[in-house]
């Protein structure tokens, strides 16, 4: 991937289901300077350290899932989803907003899944982390989770 400094230009999308160590993978990558956001949802009793997601991008999600008549949790099984045109200016913006602030910077949002295709059609240079757990140890909420990813 080159150096952290290089993820101003080529921000990195953190990809994963819900309870799947997203939030775990993000606490790592922002302790070692990766900026995931300045106003990140806060921690619950299920994850009492945080979850590591930029609220900005939590609430494009969710209004987009909300407009396209899917619930906000982003439970479907239509696959991709659709960024209103209403949305897709306040997305680019706040795109625009983080790459001008010229530091290291990704995002983590278990949704984001949904949308990958258009993030990735908005962010063609954009790195991609995938973090898979074992349904079974995420539906038990085990420690044991393997990292994958793509550049």
Same mark, same amino acid.
């Given at each position: 991937?080159?150096? !952290?400094?290089? @993820?101003?230009?080529?921000?990195?999308?953190?990809?994963?289901?819900?309870?799947?160590?997203?939030? @775990?993978?993000?606490?790592? !990558?922002?302790?070692?300077?990766? +900026? %995931?956001?300045?106003?990140?949802?806060? #921690?619950?009793?299920?994850?009492?350290? #945080? &979850?590591?997601? +930029?609220?900005?991008?939590? +609430?494009? &999600?969710?209004?987009?899932?909300?407009?396209?008549?899917?619930?906000?949790?982003?439970?479907?099984?239509?696959?991709?989803?659709? %960024?209103?045109?209403?949305?897709?200016?306040?997305?680019?913006? @706040?795109?625009?907003?983080?790459? $001008?602030?010229?530091?290291?910077?990704?995002?983590?949002?278990? $949704?984001?899944?949904?949308?990958?295709?258009?993030?990735?059609?908005?962010?063609?240079?954009?790195?991609?982390?995938?973090?898979?757990?074992?349904?079974?140890?995420?539906? @038990?909420?085990?420690?044991?989770?393997?990292?994958?990813?793509?550049?």
């Amino acid at each position: 991937m080159g150096q !952290l400094s290089d @993820l101003a230009e080529r921000p990195l999308i953190i990809c994963g289901m819900h309870r799947s160590g997203t939030s @775990l993978t993000a606490s790592l !990558l922002a302790s070692a300077g990766l +900026d %995931v956001g300045r106003e990140l949802l806060e #921690g619950n009793a299920g994850n009492p350290k #945080g &979850h590591f997601e +930029d609220k900005a991008f939590f +609430d494009v &999600h969710q209004r987009a899932l909300i407009a396209q008549g899917v619930v906000r949790e982003g439970f479907t099984a239509s696959g991709r989803g659709l %960024v209103p045109a209403a949305l897709d200016e306040e997305a680019r913006g @706040l795109v625009a907003a983080r790459q $001008r602030a010229g530091v290291a910077w990704g995002w983590k949002e278990p $949704r984001t899944t949904l949308f990958l295709e258009y993030w990735q059609e908005l962010l063609p240079e954009a790195n991609h982390l995938f973090v898979f757990r074992d349904r079974k140890s995420t539906r @038990l909420n085990s420690s044991h989770t393997v990292i994958s990813y793509a550049v």
